[in-house]
């Protein structure tokens, strides 16, 4: 009797054992049960559940996560995992005490499998303060706000945003995404140009760096004044210049120059500044097209002095490229205003 007593509880605790692993599977093995690279066949083994496929590079299923109704969508690039979305249906609920409740389970379940978050509050219009998270969930009901929190691994990034398209319409969407690999290429046409007190400023950084590695290549004291770039004032070819640096997934993409021509209103003096800029670019990054880019009717441009009196009188900008297999490069000449010009050189990765 003993041992069908011990037989017994020995069987319980595995049953008990069992489901709770079951149990907490439950929820995160949507994106726990799977990698980035798998194929489709392989994700639909993975998971168990009855799949539809609307898209040609995705897969869709309807499913519970964390107890509320999901779509869940697997998505794929040249046949390999490459994207999760959870779309979590909030139903009729209304209440923002258990809209924010739905929203930090959400967020706690991610954390347990990609660290902690970064919260923002965006805002249609004026910020509102939030003293809360009820109040943020009250202000998502309203359509006054979308509440977003995200989560980066090396791998993966991760996004949960809870929004209203309309009133008191709240749903969650949770994106999980593969990270692009990281790889640092050459900004610059040629490998041998040499590095000058001036165009430092494009050729000591390469596509792909973080903003940490960009700062020390650098040098220079920068601001972070927007989420994704870092700014700094300098010196370029003599004149006073804004520059930045943007990013995209953390890894330099974009390249800023914005240089203040200061009162300088003679065409010639525009001009030359025009030309210094442009032949200091071509010597990184090859010869350029010329653009004329005129407002109003076509005017006809003798030389560049005329090109650059068109300017200063806001009649045109004054435009030139370069483009190399990883770079796209835009120096842009034009006056806002009549008698405010400026230059400002655009420096892109090439997608």
């Known amino acids: ?22 149990n907490g599977q439950e929820d995160n093995y949507l994106y726990t049960k799977v990698k980035w690279g798998m194929a489709p ?9 009855e799949f539809k496929q609307l898209l040609e590079n995705s897969i869709t299923a309807d499913t519970q996560y964390l107890g509320l109704h999901t779509s869940v969508a697997y998505a794929f690039k040249d046949n390999q995992l490459s994207g999760i979305i959870l779309k979590i249906d909030l139903g009729e609920e209304k209440k923002a005490e258990t809209l924010a409740d ?3 389970k959400v967020s706690a379940d991610l954390s347990k499998t990609f660290g902690e978050y970064k919260n923002y509050d965006i805002f249609k219009d004026e910020k509102i303060p939030m003293k809360d998270d009820s109040n943020r969930a009250f202000s998502v009901l309203m359509s006054f706000m979308k509440w977003k929190r995200d989560w980066l691994t090396e791998e993966t990034t991760v996004i949960a945003l809870m929004e209203s398209q309309k009133s008191y319409e709240p749903d969650i969407t949770v994106y999980i995404f593969k990270k692009e690999e990281s790889k640092e290429t050459e900004v610059s046409k040629k490998k041998d140009v ?25 040098g220079l004291e920068f601001k972070q ?7 700094a004032d300098t010196q370029y070819l003599g004149l006073h210049t804004s520059l930045a640096y943007a990013f995209k997934d953390n890894q330099l993409s974009g390249i800023i120059l914005k240089i203040d021509l200061g009162e300088e209103k003679k065409a010639e003096i525009l001009a030359d500044h025009f030309n210094k800029v442009s032949a200091d670019l071509s010597k990184t990054f090859g010869e350029y097209k ?6 109003d009717e076509k005017i006809p441009m003798k030389d560049d002095s005329n090109r650059a009196f068109s300017v200063l009188m806001s009649f045109m900008k004054w435009k030139r490229d370069w483009v190399t297999e990883e770079t796209t490069v835009i120096a842009l000449m034009e006056s806002q205003k009549s008698y405010e010009p400026d230059i400002t050189v655009y420096i892109f990765k090439k997608e």
Request: aromatic share 12%; proline share 1%; with cysteine.
């Open 41 to 49: 066949d392989a994700v639909k083994q993975a998971i168990g559940l």
């Open 102 to 104: 739905h929203f930090n």
């Open 194 to 218: 040499e590095v000058t007190k001036d165009n430092y400023l494009y050729t000591k950084v390469n596509w792909g760096m973080s903003p940490d590695a960009v700062k020390q290549a650098i």
């Open 1 to 22: 009797m003993k041992k069908v007593l011990h037989l017994c509880v020995v069987i319980f605790l595995v049953l008990l054992v069992s489901t709770s692993f079951l």
């Open 225 to 231: 004044l927007l989420e994704n770039s870092i700014t």
């Open 290 to 295: 010329n653009y004329d880019i005129f407002k």
